[in-house]
């Protein structure tokens, strides 16, 4: 959500303990966004590569960031 709609860490802090009274660092957020784009990145290496050699298709798919 953070990344997407570029919403502040301290916003993101504030909504999880006033809707989910779940205390969250902003650091903690920080955190979690490098593993999610981490892990998505290689999700997104092997979803490529199988595609690729399982259906002989070739992808070309242009990153928007």
Same mark, same amino acid.
């Given at each position: 959500?953070?990344?997407?709609?570029?919403?502040?860490?301290?916003?993101?802090?504030?909504?999880? +303990?006033?809707?989910?009274?779940?205390?969250?660092?902003?650091? /903690?957020?920080?955190?979690?966004?490098?593993? /999610?784009?981490?892990?998505?990145? +290689?999700?997104?290496?092997? /979803?490529?590569?199988? /595609? +690729?050699?399982?259906?002989?298709?070739?992808?070309?798919?242009?990153?928007?960031?």
């Amino acid at each position: 959500m953070s990344q997407f709609l570029l919403i502040p860490y301290n916003r993101i802090q504030a909504s999880f +303990d006033d809707q989910l009274q779940i205390p969250v660092s902003k650091g /903690a957020i920080f955190n979690f966004n490098q593993e /999610a784009h981490q892990l998505l990145t +290689d999700f997104e290496n092997r /979803a490529k590569a199988e /595609a +690729d050699t399982n259906t002989g298709i070739y992808l070309w798919l242009q990153k928007w960031y």
